[in-house]
């Protein structure tokens, strides 16, 4: 019984995701007795806004055999996934993640900031790195100011805002310095801002992802990050339509020609629901990502909304997952932040043990 009790508890879709339990690679452990159950779950995603709706499933399950649920258990063990070829994951975070475009003005750094922020939510440690050398705008949209410190001299602690790491070559130049590097420097100054930030160093237990928010296109910063830093999988993030998918479709391509896996797409500003009649239009069209998801044989991991709200609490530091964790925005970065860890979960482990230096 306990056996057939595992495979229907399996069977169960994680919520707010498209996918299974058993698909995700959850460990399910089931002991009766006599009518009483108890049941162990263990997951390599986030999953503190999850836990009572699973309970409540898994209740479901277990009545509709005649049985109750005694105890249960729900752990999150977040695993270093595989990277590219001859690389290994860093030995403070577990699992880098990339969020890139084909192009500029689809809302990337917005998306990437509001995914770090609810994975956090849901009990994740998580770290963002602004790689966008020429435009850091990470440090606006967290509402960040001054300057991190360097304890040694060497490396630097990474600055917090809303209950995670980041760092940007913006919280170390003046807000009005540009840029003028040639790619060899951009290059250099993230490899620098990568290696030699001292993440997840405060509790000694690094870091469970780290959002890299990387420019737009398919340039210099894009071909380091494939070729020296190990990354556990990218994100593509794209608005419906078509003239932005097209560009999104060379990014994909990128990732893949340089054996970073692409856990999947991300449609950005997809509805616009007006906030005086209620209507709904597609402002930028609709189904682009979906379609280019089939096309390609991704997952499209969401579809985020135009609002400006979204906009508004970004310019203010306070973004919109956690200025407004209850409304339909913040939902939709929360359950495009769980299907996009759901889907690394489901990939190859790397058995590293994750080693934090803290001198």
């Avoid at 479901?60 to 695993?79: C, D, N, P, Y």
Wanted: glycine letters at 10%; hydrophobic letters at 45%; a negative charge.
């Amino acid at each position: 019984m306990s056996e057939l009790l595992q495979t229907r508890i399996g069977a169960l879709p994680v919520p707010g995701v498209v996918g299974t339990l058993a698909e995700s690679g959850a460990r399910i452990r089931v002991a009766e007795a006599g009518p009483a159950v108890a049941v162990e779950v263990t997951v390599g995603f986030p999953v503190e806004g999850l836990r009572e709706r699973l309970q409540a499933d898994i209740a479901g399950v277990l009545q509709a055999e005649g049985k109750t649920l005694s105890r249960f258990e729900l752990h999150s063990r977040i695993v270093s996934h595989a990277v590219q070829p001859n690389l290994s994951p860093l030995t403070s975070v577990r699992n880098l993640i990339a969020v890139g475009s084909g192009k500029g003005g689809v809302g990337k750094s917005t998306t990437a900031v509001n995914l770090a922020l609810a994975l956090a939510a849901d009990g994740a440690r998580v770290g963002v790195l602004d790689a966008d050398i020429y435009g850091p705008s990470i440090p606006t949209m967290l509402g960040l100011s001054g300057r991190p410190d360097s304890p040694d001299g060497k490396t630097i602690e990474p600055m917090r805002a809303h209950g995670v790491e980041a760092m940007s070559i913006g919280l170390l130049v003046e807000q009005d310095t540009p840029m003028i590097w040639r790619g060899p420097m951009a290059t250099s100054a993230l490899t620098q801002l990568l290696n030699e930030t001292r993440w997840g160093a405060a509790d000694g237990r690094g870091l469970d992802y780290l959002i890299v928010d990387m420019p737009p296109g398919t340039g210099d910063i894009q071909l380091t990050l494939a070729q020296k830093i190990p990354v556990a999988g990218a994100v593509i993030v794209t608005t419906p339509q078509d003239v932005a998918t097209l560009d999104a479709r060379k990014a994909l391509k990128m990732f893949e020609k340089v054996e970073v896996p692409v856990l999947g797409l991300i449609e950005n500003m997809a509805v616009h629901v007006c906030s005086n009649c209620g209507h709904i239009e597609h402002v930028f069209g609709d189904g682009g990502g979906q379609r280019m998801a089939a096309q390609y044989g991704v997952p499209l991991l969401g579809s985020l909304p135009l609002e400006i709200a979204i906009r508004e609490q970004g310019d203010a530091g306070v973004p919109v997952v956690v200025a407004a964790p209850d409304s339909a925005a913040a939902k939709a970065y929360r359950d495009t932040a769980r299907q996009l860890a759901f889907e690394l979960a489901r990939r190859p482990h790397v058995a590293t043990p994750l080693s934090v230096s803290l001198l």
